[in-house]
T-cell receptor, first 116, second 115 residues
Framework: AQKITQTQPGMFVQEKEAVTLDCTYD???????LFWYKQPSSGEMIFLIY??????QNATEGRYSLNFQKARKSANLVISASQLGDSAMYFCAMRELDTGGFKTIFGAGTRLFVKA | DSGVTQTPKHLITATGQRVTLRCSPR?????VYWYQQSLDQGLQFLIQYYNGEERAKGNILERFSAQQFPDLHSELNLSSLELGDSALYFC??????????????FGSGTQLSVL
């Protein structure tokens, strides 16, 4: 079964508008971490934002915020005031304790296109 | 610049060959992770080392092996290469090992093409 599900293979957003990228996860652990990473066309993976499972407040980092709904096991990324440079692949990831140690696993990603 | 160095950036080889990918973590980071990114499989976790010891294992084939050396750099060895091993291989590092908030810093990757 998929641990991290990103149901939107591709998304379009108009420049300066907000966009939400969906992510649902599956875990039986009480303690885990949720992350979003950005991969521009140049290929590098860039950390964007982190949310801990015990954090009561939604995480925010500049124009990025994470809409954390624990009961629904969702961790959606909201990008406000989209910019052309936001066009990239976005990955949701979860870190949890598995047999042998902590693992960070990634979803399939969502490709975001920002239109001028 | 994440501070994680991967070499080489590109590697072209033939089926049946063996290659070694190298990774130097960020200064101060003790954990090194290897991931494989391909179009059909996405970003797959292979293996993690912490301070020289293997800590977590993912979908790593038996033909693949890795190690972390005393100076904390890591090598991923891929042998008996097949066409399907063509992928982008990422190394990442983090400060520690035992927390859910370990942020990963990624290198720029090694693009492996098996012909």
């Amino acid at each position: 079964a998929q641990k991290i599900t990103q149901t939107q293979p591709g998304m379009f957003v108009q420049e300066k508008e907000a966009v939400t990228l969906d992510c649902t996860y599956d875990t039986s652990d009480q303690s885990y971490g949720l992350f979003w990473y950005k991969q521009p066309s140049s290929g590098e993976m860039i950390f964007l934002i982190y949310q801990g499972s015990y954090d009561e407040q939604n995480a925010t980092e500049g124009r990025y915020s994470l809409n954390f709904q624990k009961a629904r096991k969702s961790a959606n990324l909201v990008i406000s005031a989209s910019q052309l440079g936001d066009s990239a692949m976005y990955f949701c990831a979860m870190r949890e304790l598995d047999t042998g140690g902590f693992k960070t696993i990634f979803g399939a990603g969502t490709r975001l296109f920002v239109k001028a | 610049d994440s501070g994680v160095t991967q070499t080489p950036k590109h590697l072209i080889t033939a089926t049946g060959q063996r290659v070694t990918l190298r990774c130097s973590p960020r200064s101060g980071d003790l954990s090194v992770y290897w991931y494989q990114q391909s179009l059909d499989q996405g970003l797959q976790f292979l293996i993690q080392y912490y301070n020289g010891e293997e800590r977590a294992k993912g979908n790593i084939l038996e033909r693949f092996s890795a190690q972390q050396f005393p100076d904390l750099h890591s090598e991923l060895n891929l042998s008996s290469l097949e066409l399907g091993d063509s992928a982008l291989y990422f190394c990442a590092s983090s400060e520690g090992d035992s927390a859910t908030n370990e942020k990963l810093f990624f290198g720029s990757g090694t693009q492996l093409s098996v012909l």
